[in-house]
């Protein structure tokens, strides 16, 4: 298992770390805005931005090659609809239900850390973008 995670200062990728322990994944999240991708042994990766209190996830699964972003049922921000959250100079698009607090990253990154299944409230949805079509 590799982890990738910004620098504090100016967004700049720190130098991998692996193996990574349980501490370095709490510690890497305490700044903001950051972001932390962890990857496993066959290439897939689990990436959790973070901007204040607002954090997503999104996890590429390398067996499927298929992309997914985490949401829940039960939003932990109060805004509805679409809003959107800066990270490493990057404009996300989220809805209300793709938003989850600091805590929740930080267990689902570690679940994932384990090789153990993601935390029951987490829920995927695809967006693997589609090759375009030609006529």
Known sequence: ?????TKVR???????ISPVSEAQVRRALRHKPTVC???DDDGS??????????CCLEWRDKKS???YRAFQQSPVVPW??????????RELSLRQEEYFSPQQV????????RQEP????????????QPPVTA
């Not at 298992?1 to 995670?5: D, E, I, T, V």
């Not at 990766?45 to 204040?52: I, T």
Request: net charge positive; charged share 20%.
């Open 10 to 16: 100016g967004n700049r990728w720190a130098e991998p």
């Open 1 to 5: 298992m590799m982890l990738k995670r």
């Open 65 to 67: 090659w298929r992309h």
């Open 118 to 129: 993601f935390p029951d409230y987490i829920q995927w949805r695809e967006i693997t973008p």
């Open 106 to 113: 930080e267990e689902t990154l570690l679940t994932f850390l």
């Open 45 to 54: 990766y689990l990436q959790a931005g973070r901007c204040g209190f607002c």
């Open 37 to 39: 991708v962890l990857t």
């Open 80 to 89: 509805p609809g679409v809003s959107r959250i800066f990270v490493l100079d």
